[in-house]
Each structure stands twice: as structure tokens, then as C-alpha cells.
């Protein structure tokens, strides 16, 4: 289900950047990493307690096995942290550019996602 909730948040990024709402498609990309990241701990029987987690999971149980590049992650929480930014800071305004590479970002972490549940199914 996560996954399914995964390709509906991306896709909601990529109608926000054609309005261009730039802050809300920055947010829906991240969400699309978050919950196909999320899949693979629901597979393998946990849950998260926080978004922070799910990083540091993946990093344990993918990265160190050599199944999942570091890069991934480090960019899972990059989206975390430009995510927060946007909620939070009253002055960070993403542009059109940092957009479409979140979205590209997020459409191939998916990707990636979908192949590690295929691995184990």
C-alpha cells in the first residue's frame, strides 16, 4: 500500500510543478520517497518512528549490505531536510530548477524501491 501511496504523492508533485507550486511539488516528492521508503520496512515486518528513521534503516540493512547505494540515502535525507525547510523557514523559496530535479530524484528512488521489494518477494 505504501507504494501505491508512493506513486500518487509523485504524481502530485508533478501537477503541482506544472501550476507551479513549487513549495508544494518539493513537499510531494519528498512524500513519494518517504512512503516508497517506508514500503520496504513494511515488507520486512517493522514501522518507522520517525522520517529520520527510515534513513538510518535503510543505511543498516541496504547500504551496509550492499544492496542500496549510500548516495540514496544521503539524498532521502536531503529531501527530509529541504522538506523541514520549507515548512518551517519563512524564507526558503524553492525554484522551478531544484523542483524538477527533486521530482527526477524521487521518480528514480522509486524505481530503486520497487526493485529491492521485488528482490525478496
Known sequence: MSIKRAEE??????????YGSYRTSLM?????????????LFRDGWREKSHYCIARY?????????????????????????????????????DEEEVEEAINIAKEFLLLMRKLLEEKA
Not at 59 to 67: I, N, R
Open 9 to 18: 504523492w509523485l504524481e502530485e508533485a508533478r501537477k503541482n510543478l506544472a
Open 58 to 94: 535503510l543505511e543498516e540493512f541496504y547500504v551496509k549490505s550492499g544492496k542500496l547505494e549510500e548516495h540514496w540515502v544521503e539524498l532521502l535525507d536531503r529531501m527530509r531536510e529541504l522538506r523541514h525547510e520549507d515548512q518551517y523557514d519563512i524564507v526558503y523559496e524553492p
Open 28 to 40: 510531494a516528492s519528498y512524500m513519494a520517497m518517504f512512503h516508497a521508503a517506508r514500503a520496504i
